[in-house]
């Protein structure tokens, strides 16, 4: 019987699935979370390690005006910070590999600072960004 350690399953190179991932955000605004997402993602996976990046200009919104105001040095920057970027190692797989990645960010901490007082007080948006990341990899052949 032959011991096959972590690593060695983990070895060569994994093709992207783009079709069964995604990579969403959300934000509580006001009463609710205000969501989007990213059309163009791409990801790889070799030898044990993550890295991927999401095109700023492909989020996707349920209003233009906010896209365009979300593309602006108020939030995302596009013009200086066209990717979002993320790299990470050590992950489980076999012939198929999912990845669920959740991260909590403070948007402010990014220079994404924008917001509106309220007239009861408080602020319209939270500084805190949830950030998911569902990838797909199939072993290359």
């Not at 955000?25 to 009463?31: A, G, T």
């Not at 948006?125 to 199939?138: G, K, N, P, Q, R």
């Amino acid at each position: 019987m032959s011991v096959v350690s972590q690593q060695d399953r983990l070895a060569g190179a994994w093709n992207f699935s783009a079709v069964h991932s995604a990579i969403t955000f959300s934000v509580p605004y006001l009463v609710a979370s205000f969501r989007g997402s990213f059309e163009e993602v791409a990801a790889t996976f070799v030898d044990g390690k993550l890295s991927g990046a999401a095109r700023v200009s492909s989020v996707d919104v349920k209003d233009e005006n906010l896209a365009a105001h979300l593309m602006s040095a108020e939030f995302f920057d596009a013009d200086d910070h066209p990717e979002i970027t993320f790299t990470s190692e050590d992950f489980m797989g076999n012939t198929r590999l999912g990845f669920t990645l959740k991260a909590m960010i403070d948007r402010t901490a990014y220079g994404v600072s924008w917001n509106a007082d309220l007239p009861s007080g408080g602020r319209a948006l939270s500084d805190d960004v949830e950030l998911t990341a569902e990838l797909e990899f199939i072993r290359a052949a």
